[in-house]
């Protein structure tokens, strides 16, 4: 009866272990999921006018007066919110940045306002 209990002990512990590298594995893969969707976003949408340092130096960027999205001045002075909301309506104050409301939707949105926090100098 003790060789009984131990194995039933010695099992649970071990369908608990792998039920939670699992779920990290899981946790990982969306987290990388997120950052990579972020990345093709910028690729698709950003690069043209704000460049892939963010520091808007395409000839696009140049014509259009695109942000400087690496300016730590402007990083520090522009809220999380106001990122988000330029990117969905759009900005037509200096430049002339569309919106992308109809391209992404909200959580896509959200993951560029961190790739562009990341690009920070």
């Known amino acids: 009866m003790n060789r009984k209990l131990y194995y039933l002990i010695f099992l649970t512990l071990v369908i608990g272990f792998l039920s939670l590298?699992?779920?990290?594995?899981?946790s990982n893969s969306a987290t990388t999921s997120n950052a990579r969707s972020a990345s093709h976003l910028y690729s698709k949408?950003?690069?043209?006018?704000h460049g892939?340092?963010?520091?808007?130096?395409?000839?696009?960027?140049?014509?259009s007066h695109a942000r400087d999205l690496s300016d730590a001045k402007?990083?520090?002075?522009?809220?999380?919110e106001r990122i988000f909301n330029s990117i969905m309506n759009g900005r037509?104050?200096?430049?002339n940045m569309p919106r992308f409301s109809n391209k992404m939707n909200q959580q896509e949105a959200?993951?560029?306002?961190g790739l562009v926090r990341g690009l920070r100098k």
């Open 92 to 95: 037509n104050v200096r430049g």
């Open 74 to 80: 402007w990083q520090d002075d522009v809220s999380d």
């Open 21 to 26: 590298t699992t779920k990290l594995e899981a």
């Open 52 to 63: 892939r340092d963010g520091k808007s130096q395409t000839s696009k960027g140049k014509n």
């Open 110 to 113: 959200d993951s560029l306002v």
């Open 45 to 49: 949408y950003c690069v043209s006018c």
